[in-house]
């Protein structure tokens, strides 16, 4: 196994739950990327490099707070990007 910022996948699954909420928003595949980098540039990293690690992280993910730092971030993002799509 390699090396992975499990942060990542949950951002992107968080970001696709938000997006099919709100029909203003541009879903282009750019616009989407940046609103993933925003997001993920102020959230804290979830590096796993083994199963085990992996499945400890996904626990994690299940806590209220960490679920609602996510949202946060990704409806900061989505408000930014949103007001200034680079597409």
Known sequence: M???NYMEDMVSDALEELLVQKDDICKCQKCKLDMMVWALNRLPPKYAVSEKGRLFTKLEE???QFKADVTRE?????VNINKNPRH
């Open 74 to 78: 990704l409806t900061k993002a989505i």
């Open 62 to 64: 299940e806590e209220t």
């Open 2 to 4: 390699q090396i992975r």
